[in-house]
């Protein structure tokens, strides 16, 4: 493992198995009574959060707090970031404060790699989601997710995802989410292609690793899951689509699509989902779709990452077996 994790595009094969593997560890920890574990004890973690996220935040929060590590949450909303301060100094007075790891998100893309490479910090960067350029974390708990439901809970320790057809659909223009799985997946293995309006699919997608298609009604029959990404408007400033309506019968998931999907197959979203739009309510609510379960997912693989950036060369979970009278 690397000393910071910025990119999905910067793991290995190797990297990427290791902190699926990593995760499976700390998922056993969430079936304990005591749901922690020392390993970071006496590390600080800050949350460094400019831009506004519900699951990201608790997610990296609880997965800090499980490994028994002192948090900090800062938020650009009532801070002097507010007033005007500078990525610069905030990261100067976290390092006068004797960080070790800061999780970053922010709005402009190469914020988290300006952090780790300008000398400003001596601290563990983890991108927690920057612009619209990557969001590695993301994409891990994804393909925890996949493997977990493809290939099997303890089968697939150790593997990847070769040969598994996965399909990612909508605002790809605009989504880390998007970015972020087509690295991870392809150095796993995995077959991607994207599906989106032509509007919507950025410039230079030829040089990704991935196929282009604009009829979700063709791909679907052969995808081993589907990810649907929310539509970010937020981020748009043009007229990406005629309306929501054509949008969702273009390119929206609902039961008549999903019945032709495979039996094995699984549907997948990043959150938030726009109900309605991307995803109807009968496929968000089907035992097929896995978006609760990412959620879950997400607080494993973070605690597997920061496990791996900070927790050094001890075995993530101890096993003892109980001896003399403790035996039942």
């Given at each position: 493992?690397?000393?910071?994790?910025?990119?999905?595009?910067d793991l290995t094969r190797d990297d990427a198995v290791l902190i699926l593997d990593t995760a499976e560890e700390m998922a056993r920890v969430a079936d304990r009574p005591i749901k922690k574990l020392p390993t970071l004890r006496g590390r600080t973690v800050v949350n460094l959060f400019f831009e506004d996220?519900?699951?990201?935040?608790?997610?990296?929060?609880?997965?800090?707090?499980?490994?028994?590590?002192?948090?900090?949450n800062f938020t650009a909303k009532g801070s002097s970031?507010?007033?005007?301060?500078?990525l610069k100094d905030t990261a100067q007075t976290l390092e006068a404060m004797g960080v070790d790891a800061v999780v970053i998100r922010h709005g402009a893309s190469g914020a988290p790699y300006r952090l780790a490479n300008s000398g400003w910090i001596d601290a563990a960067v983890i991108n927690a989601g920057d612009g619209t350029h990557q969001h590695p974390t993301q994409a891990l708990l994804d393909a925890f997710t996949m493997r977990r439901r493809l290939v099997g809970r303890d089968a697939g320790l150790g593997q990847d995802l070769a040969g598994k057809r996965i399909t990612l659909v909508g605002d790809v223009l605009h989504s880390r989410v998007a970015r972020s799985n087509v690295d991870l997946l392809h150095t796993l293995g995995a077959e991607v292609t994207l599906v989106a309006p032509p509007t919507l699919v950025p410039v230079g997608v030829e040089r990704w690793p991935c196929e282009v298609s604009y009829d979700l009604d063709a791909v679907l029959p052969k995808s081993d899951a589907v990810m649907m990404l929310r539509v970010q408007r937020e981020r748009m400033n043009a007229a990406f689509f005629p309306t929501e309506r054509e949008y969702s019968r273009r390119y929206g998931l609902d039961g008549d699509r999903m019945a032709r999907m495979p039996e094995h197959a699984i549907v997948m979203h990043p959150g938030p989902m726009v109900r309605g739009m991307e995803i109807t309510a009968?496929?968000?609510?089907?035992?097929?779709?896995?978006?609760?379960?990412?959620v879950a997912n997400g607080v494993s693989i973070r605690m597997a990452v920061l496990y791996l950036l900070l927790g050094g060369n001890e075995p993530a979970v101890t096993h003892t077996r109980p001896t003399g009278s403790e035996e039942k």
């Open positions: 493992m690397q000393r910071h994790l910025i990119s999905a595009a996220s519900t699951r990201t935040r608790i997610s990296f929060e609880a997965a800090e707090k499980r490994l028994s590590a002192d948090v900090i970031v507010s007033k005007g301060e500078s009968e496929v968000a609510d089907s035992d097929r779709c896995t978006v609760v379960e990412q």
